[in-house]
T-cell receptor
Framework: DQQVKQNSPSLSVQEGRISILNCDYT??????FLWYKKYPAEGPTFLIS?????DKNEDGRFTVFLNKSAKHLSLHIVPSQPGDSAVYFC???????????FGDGTTLTVKP | GAGVSQSPSNKVTEKGKDVELRCDPI?????LYWYRQSLGQGLEFLIY????????KSGLPSDRFSAERTGGSVSTLTIQRTQQEDSAVYLC????????????FGPGTRLTVT
């Protein structure tokens, strides 16, 4: 049973437009959500996070939205840049659980 | 400061051989994680160390896999009698216990079993 799902394996957008990456989860005990970005041959790097007490967190071009009732979160990138092309992983953790559960990732391609 | 480092960066081994993969976490980070990423797949959790507590081994796929963390710092992941399906990128991450829960990943070790 996959507790964190990224249903879109890939997404392609034009430079300057908005990229929206989606993530769904099933475990209601998750209280903290993170997005990571991964370039080929590198380890993932932390991008942005959100606590379950919030519904939005913004950092520059990146905004994460959390809909707890729907158990859904999304990452918005505006405007998208070619350098944003990477694999994006959604992750979730429960209080005091220590470890995070990762989705399978979405490959974003931003075309110039 | 120095990030998480892993060695070797690449390892090619013959089926049936044992391999050891090393992870040096960020100094002072109390939590250390091992993940595996097979081709085209997501991150598969393997094992988690937190301070002096017993490690969470719930993700280890078989008893051929083991890991230890000496002195609360360096960790070694050992795979005995490697199989071709063990071929993957093995990622290590560390995390500070306080504050945010983000993990800092190393560059990974690409293991190829021939």
């Amino acid at each position: 049973d996959q507790q964190v799902k990224q249903n879109s394996p890939s997404l392609s957008v034009q430079e300057g437009r908005i990229s929206i990456l989606n993530c769904d989860y099933t475990n209601s005990m998750f209280d903290y959500f993170l997005w990571y970005k991964k370039y080929p041959a590198e380890g993932p790097t932390f991008l942005i996070s959100i606590s379950s007490i919030k519904d939005k967190n913004e950092d520059g071009r990146f905004t994460v939205f959390l809909n707890k009732s729907a158990k859904h979160l999304s990452l918005h990138i505006v405007p998208s840049q070619p350098g944003d092309s990477a694999v994006y992983f959604c992750a979730a953790s429960a209080l005091n659980a220590g470890k995070s559960t990762f989705g399978d990732g979405t490959t974003l391609t931003v075309k110039p | 400061g120095a990030g998480v480092s892993q060695s070797p960066s690449n390892k090619v081994t013959e089926k049936g051989k044992d391999v050891e993969l090393r992870c040096d976490p960020i100094s002072g980070h109390t939590a250390l994680y091992w993940y595996r990423q097979s081709l085209g797949q997501g991150l598969e959790f393997l094992i988690y160390f937190q301070g002096n507590s017993a490690p969470d081994k719930s993700g280890l796929p078989s008893d051929r896999f083991s890991a230890e963390r000496t002195g609360g710092s360096v960790s070694t992941l050992t795979i005995q009698r490697t199989q071709q399906e063990d071929s993957a990128v093995y990622l290590c991450a560390s995390r500070n216990n306080g504050g945010m829960r983000e993990q800092y990943f190393g560059p990974g070790t690409r293991l190829t079993v021939t």
